[in-house]
């Protein structure tokens, strides 16, 4: 049986505070899962202030866990090796380990021929367009990639 009396439309007899659902802007559901996806309040800000073109890497495992790389220039290396843009001193990673890439505002990550390989989203690759979100694997070292929210908001106005 069909209750005529409902038609779906909101009953004007009930104040808006007594509605059960409510709407938030994009910026406060992004930090909401930003939270549920394990980014802390301050490397959430951090995500936001990056720049046109630019992207951080933050390591989730490894001896380094929550060190941030900003990648913000056309190639950037990692490896054990002093020199390297991204220093990961472990025995796991080779001294040229691997480079990231930038073509405008996207990112690659390129294997240098290590020997224990680099990974993307578990996966090992030569070389791997990288997605926010994404997890990169160098040696025992998981960073997670996050794309500039400029980038990602003209993305997907296209």
Request: aromatic share 6%; glycine share 10%.
């Amino acid at each position: 049986m069909v209750d005529a009396t409902h038609s779906g439309q909101p009953d004007e007899n009930i104040p808006p505070e007594n509605e059960t659902t409510r709407t938030f802007g994009h910026d406060f559901g992004a930090q909401l899962a930003g939270l549920e996806a394990g980014v802390s309040l301050d490397e959430q800000e951090a995500i936001n202030a990056l720049p046109s073109g630019s992207a951080l890497l933050v390591v989730r495992r490894g001896p380094n866990t929550g060190a941030r790389f900003l990648l913000d220039s056309d190639v950037t290396t990692a490896g054990r090796h002093p020199d390297a843009d991204i220093f990961l001193d472990d025995v796991t990673v080779s001294r040229r380990h691997a480079e990231f890439l930038r073509h405008g505002t996207g990112f690659e990550v390129r294997d240098l021929g290590s020997l224990n390989g680099t990974y993307y989203d578990g996966e090992r690759i030569e070389t791997a367009t990288l997605t926010d979100g994404a997890e990169v694997q160098v040696g025992k070292f998981r960073l997670t990639f996050y794309a500039s929210r400029v980038d990602l908001a003209n993305l997907a106005r296209r």
